[in-house]
């Protein structure tokens, strides 16, 4: 299951809660006006969904009260500005009926733009007219009161009156779910509180009334209400005495302990004797609170692994800035699994997700409490810390590493999992570019895979070439800007180039050609690579045939098949394959077809069913990249393959470590024992010619005879060593050894450790 489609479930889970809590829901789009309600929001105003539709922001603006459309307008701005944390406040709507409802309007931006600006926000609606109507009934009889009172104090006389006043003063406060309460400043102390006040806390109103006030708060609510106390009393003042109106939420303690979210709605006004008195109502809005922190957790909590998501990100990043000193820094690791769609292809969707949950746990575990962890992206996480060393901050990515460097089961399979990670080191707070940066660190780690890298200004550059490679690739081989290079192979036994690697290149209009390495990983990453493969053996065979008319016959071309090749197009690869041989008139036996190590992580059944399938129609099969860490012996014994390849990391030290020509000395009996012939990789010096004659190598590829050459050099050098038999004469005027600076650079970029190639 996708990311998208399990944050839709979540949502639609709690859509559901909320229509059972008879709550009006909205979601707008600040910056289009697109604004989407569920049924209970139009049933308050007396409408059906089905009678508002099309739905805008233009709904609320023409049955909202034009007095509280004001207001809204500027509690709006002062949640956009992070002046509040929340927009709350009481409106008016207007009904079906022509009359008012009051309704409790609340929500919060859950997403902002790249710039900075709200993009989406959520909010409610609940239908508070009756709460309205008896808090305007105390305040019309608060006012009776004190002119009763003042009365009274004129003339002694009117008692009656004044009972009256106060009977329906509590009548109204004990018809309300509100507690009711009068709260003395001067005498620090309650003056009234309503009975209902036992349902909400647990305490008798003697009992309540006899409470300090840190009994009946936490800690941050004192302290909260405390604030609010000197703001309110501050604008009494200022107001000459004219009674200040305040709305909070803050926690109240139950007398077992626990606290219960409420709502309070006061009014600091001056008594008769001229002391301060709050007079206030209060509501328990504990199942409103949940629901809101149900919400919150499903915007910025990702559904299959529990981490923190991108939105909690962009939330913390306006926390975060607001938090740090002005010289603070932050380091950031991006975290990428390495094939990870071989991942999904081995062990099924179910398989890719427990992974990935089994991943976080790690991920967090290696992280401690002090740094925070993200799902950044389908297989990609993101660490942020404050750790700023680059020994300290380089330990934890190799912890995470070595933590993640194990067999993952699943039902019955076992897959090995690595990871590449990128670092931005000790950048000032710019959340933005500090990810930015580690994004571009990890696109260079992962070229190698399993590896930790740094970012440097450098990388940049880089990035940016990559960006154009990327944005052209697709167009690339519509435009006939692929061409291949053929590599000749020289067979020791029979003295002769009979065989050759073909290796693709791209001439890019602007930045010339481009080298494998750079655009191969690319394509498998897009999946361009298998259009790209498709060509490729329309292409050799093509040239076969040519070269056949030309009188250079008995050749072998070998072509690369990568592993995305073989997992996306595995059923109709034979077919491909059979019908440009047959298109061409080619022989299936010189076609030799080319499969690296990686490929048979996925799946070594198919990948040998597959071949097999070739193999009875003549085509040559080779195990590419032998010894970089994948394959086994069995492996070796359980493919229809006729070449072993050997990877050029085998020959490295061939001059100068007994023990490398040992193990070389080794394998080549091996591989031969199981009838299979051995090519090896990247010879460059005589030295190694030399030894790889002298203990049975079948076949030696490297710039030792050759560089890749294009079709009408290869031929020519194919002629060239048909008349000169001397193999140092051949070396000593072969193509490889005389190389201007433009080959150079291509030279360069075809031998790392872990070549890609097509």
């Known amino acids: ?37 569920n049924a209970r929001w139009a049933e308050i105003v007396g409408f059906s969904l089905a009678d508002l539709t099309p739905v805008d922001i233009d709904i609320w603006t023409w049955l909202a009260h034009p007095d509280d459309l004001k207001r809204s307008n500027q509690a709006l701005q002062e949640h956009f500005s992070g ?69 009274i104090s004129a003339t002694l006389k009117d008692q009656t009156e004044l009972d009256e006043t106060n009977e329906k003063y509590r009548l109204i406060a004990e018809m309300t779910h509100d507690i009711v309460f009068v709260f003395n400043v001067k005498k620090s102390k309650l003056t009234f ?73 006061v009014t600091y006004r001056l008594n008769s004797q001229q002391e301060v008195e709050v007079i206030g109502a209060t509501r328990d809005i504990s199942e409103r609170r949940q629901r809101e922190e149900q919400l919150l957790y499903t915007a910025t909590h990702d559904p299959l692994t529990g981490l923190l998501n991108r939105t909690a990100l962009q939330r913390m990043s306006q926390t975060l800035i607001q938090g740090l000193p002005d010289q603070a820094t932050l380091s950031a690791l991006l975290i990428n699994v390495d ?41 990609e996480f993101l660490v942020l810390t404050r750790l700023i060393e680059e020994d300290q901050v380089t330990k934890l990515a190799r912890s995470i590493q070595a933590a993640v460097a194990r067999q993952f089961k699943y039902k019955h399979h076992t897959i090995q999992i690595t990871v590449s990670i990128g670092i931005c080191l000790d950048e000032p707070y710019n959340l933005d570019q500090i990810i930015l940066n580690a994004d571009i660190a990890l696109y260079v780690a992962k070229k190698s895979r399993n590896t930790v890298t740094r970012y440097s200004p450098s990388m940049a550059q880089a990035r940016t070439r990559a960006e154009i ?143 097999t399938e070739l193999k009875k129609h003549g085509v040559k099969l080779a195990l590419d990249d032998f010894g970089t860490g994948y394959a086994t012996f069995g492996a070796l014994n359980d493919l229809p393959i006729d070449v072993v390849k050997l990877d050029r990391s085998l020959i490295r030290n061939l001059e100068t470590k007994d023990r490398d020509r040992m193990i070389l000395d080794a394998l080549f009996k091996i591989v031969q024992g199981l009838d299979h012939k051995v090519v090896v990789e990247g010879v460059e010096t005589k030295a190694q010619f030399d030894w790889l ?56 970029k075809e031998q790392p450790q872990h070549r890609s190639r097509s």
């Open 693 to 748: 004659c002298q203990h049975g190598c079948d076949y030696i590829q490297g710039f030792y005879f050759s560089r890749p050459l294009p079709d009408a050099e290869f031929r020519d050098f194919l002629r060239m060593t048909h008349i000169i038999q001397s193999v140092e004469e051949i070396v000593r005027i072969a193509p490889g050894q005389m190389l201007p600076a433009s080959a150079q650079s291509v030279q360069s």
């Open 469 to 611: 490679l990327a944005a052209d690739l697709s167009t690339a081989l519509g435009k006939n800007e692929f061409e291949l290079y053929y590599q000749p192979i020289f067979d020791i036994k029979r003295n002769h180039f009979g065989h050759a690697e073909a290796l693709m290149r791209w001439n890019h209009p602007q930045l010339g050609q481009i080298a494998p390495g750079e655009f191969i990983p690319l394509a498998e990453r897009t999946r361009l690579i298998i259009p790209m493969t498709d060509w490729a053996i329309r292409e050799a065979c093509s040239k076969l045939a040519a070269w056949k008319q030309a009188g250079l016959s008995d050749l072998v071309i070998s072509v690369n098949l990568s592993a995305v090749t073989l997992e996306y197009r595995r059923n109709e690869l034979v077919r491909l394959i059979l019908d440009a041989i047959e298109h061409y008139q080619v022989c299936p036996s010189c076609l030799l077809l080319e499969i690296t190590e990686t490929a048979l992580v996925s799946d070594v059944h198919e990948v040998s069913e597959l071949f």
């Open 193 to 265: 509180i309503s009975g209902n006040v036992l349902d909400l806390l647990g305490y008798s109103v003697p009992q309540v009334m006899q409470l300090r006030l840190d009994q009946l708060f936490t800690g941050e609510s004192l302290r909260q209400l405390e604030r609010h106390h000197r703001h309110a009393l501050e604008a009494l003042w200022q107001a000459s005495d004219k009674p200040v109106q305040k709305s909070f939420e803050f926690q109240h303690l139950h007398q077992d302990g626990h606290p219960v979210w409420v709502e309070s709605t």
């Open 1 to 37: 299951m996708s990311d998208s489609t399990d944050q839709n479930s979540q949502i639609n889970k709690l859509q559901h809660y909320l229509d059972s809590m008879q709550v009006g829901t909205w979601e707008w789009n600040v910056q289009t006006g697109e604004l989407a309600i």
């Open 339 to 379: 094939n990870f769609h071989g991942v999904n292809d081995t062990l099924g969707h179910s398989g890719g997700d427990q992974v990935l949950c089994e991943l976080a746990q790690v991920l967090q575990t290696c992280a401690g409490s002090n740094n925070q962890v993200f799902r950044y992206s389908g297989d």
């Open 83 to 151: 002046k509040s944390e929340f927009y709350d406040m009481d409106v008016r709507i207007r009904h079906k009926n022509g009359s008012w409802v009051w309704v409790h309007d609340r929500g919060q931006v859950m997403e902002w733009t790249e710039d900075g600006k709200p993009l989406w926000m959520f909010g409610t609606h609940e239908d508070v007219t009756h709460r309205i109507m008896i808090e305007q009934q105390l305040q019309t009889l608060l006012v009776q009161e004190q002119e009763a009172r003042g009365r």
